[in-house]
């Protein structure tokens, strides 16, 4: 258990978990909150709202899909 940020790849974590550089999970990844991607890319937001999947995508806009 750590009480303080942790930084992977930097000495100046800005949350929780900061990692500076890529990953590689083999698993599933959860997001409780929803999903962020920001840097060299687009960003782009991914929510679960009850049955739905909201992808939104800075300066495009969004759609939904229903999960059913």
Request: proline residues 3%; hydrophobic residues 40%; neutral net charge.
């Given at each position: 258990?750590?009480?303080?940020?942790?930084?992977i790849?930097?000495?100046?974590?800005?949350?929780?978990?900061?990692?500076?550089?890529?990953?590689?999970?083999?698993g599933?990844?959860?997001?409780?909150?929803?999903?962020?991607?920001?840097?060299?890319?687009?960003?782009?937001?991914?929510?679960?709202?009850?049955?739905?999947?909201?992808?939104?995508?800075?300066?495009?806009?969004?759609?939904?899909?229903?999960?059913?």
């Amino acid at each position: 258990y750590v009480s303080d940020s942790i930084g992977i790849g930097t000495s100046s974590p800005k949350s929780s978990l900061d990692v500076l550089g890529n990953a590689n999970f083999v698993g599933v990844v959860t997001a409780t909150n929803g999903f962020i991607s920001v840097g060299n890319t687009t960003p782009v937001t991914i929510q679960v709202v009850s049955n739905k999947l909201i992808f939104n995508v800075v300066g495009i806009g969004s759609t939904t899909l229903f999960l059913y």
